[in-house]
T-cell receptor, first 112, second 115 residues
Framework: GESVGLHLPTLSVQEGDNSIINCAYS??????FIWYKQESGKGPQFIID?????DKRQGQRVTVLLNKTVKHLSLQIAATQPGDSAVYFC???????????FGKGTKLSVKP | EPEVTQTPSHQVTQMGQEVILRCVPI?????FYWYRQILGQKVEFLVS????????KSEIFDDQFSVERPDGSNFTLKIRSTKLEDSAMYFC?????????????FGPGTRLTVL
């Protein structure tokens, strides 16, 4: 089976609310995780990453949480805006040569 | 801000024809990648390339696929005899160095439609 996957395929939130997007991974040896945002018709855009020696990392309006005990990763977006509407993928390194394994993606829709 | 560019944005071809997808990675990057995304599905790794040779390839990257860095700026993906199931978005990515903490920057993609 796949190494990285997502719990929910779609998420709809009200503008201004906080969003939480989840990801489960199966490879306990993974030491690095990345969140990408993909807007319609565009390539994946790097949002934030986290190493396995961290539990939490914050960026601008985004926070990534890593729970290694249950192999769970989440992306929190504060004060969600219409421009946040996109598909969000978690990813992890798949081998020694830097290729990434992507999850299936969660589509975030922001209602005005 | 430097970015990865890809051409064409959309390529339509007949089954059995050869296609070449082009990418210009970020200029100081040394590692290059191709991924594909079938409509509505996740992004899948195809191949990584460093120092003018393939570093790693997936099961998808069979003998019909090849990559080349013909000059100092371009990075190409060739599909020799396209099949209907090759229809997908193809993304090029590049990174500065090979480490698990480095970021891969993706281009906007080429939509390949095989008829």
């Amino acid at each position: 089976g796949e190494s990285v996957g997502l719990h929910l395929p779609t998420l709809s939130v009200q503008e201004g609310d906080n969003s939480i997007i989840n990801c489960a991974y199966s490879n306990s040896a993974s030491d690095y995780f990345i969140w990408y945002k993909q807007e319609s018709g565009k390539g994946p855009q790097f949002i934030i990453d986290i190493r396995s020696n961290m539990d939490k990392r914050q960026g601008q309006r985004v926070t990534v949480l890593l729970n290694k005990t249950v192999k769970h990763l989440s992306l929190q977006i504060a004060a969600t805006q219409p421009g946040d509407s996109a598909v969000y993928f978690c990813a992890e390194p798949g081998g020694s040569q830097g290729n990434l394994i992507f999850g299936k993606g969660t589509k975030l829709s922001v209602k005005p | 801000e430097p970015e990865v560019t890809q051409t064409p944005s959309h390529q339509v071809t007949q089954m059995g024809q050869e296609v070449i997808l082009r990418c210009v990675p970020i200029s100081n990057h040394l590692y290059f990648y191709w991924y594909r995304q079938i409509l509505g599905q996740k992004v899948e790794f195809l191949v990584s390339f460093y120092n003018n040779e393939i570093s790693e390839k997936s099961e998808i990257f069979d003998d019909q696929f090849s990559v080349e860095r013909p000059d100092g700026s371009n990075f190409t993906l060739k599909i020799r005899s396209t099949k209907l199931e090759d229809s997908a978005m193809y993304f090029c990515a590049s990174s500065d160095w090979l480490s698990s903490t480095d970021t891969q920057y993706f281009g906007p993609g080429t939509r390949l439609t095989v008829l």
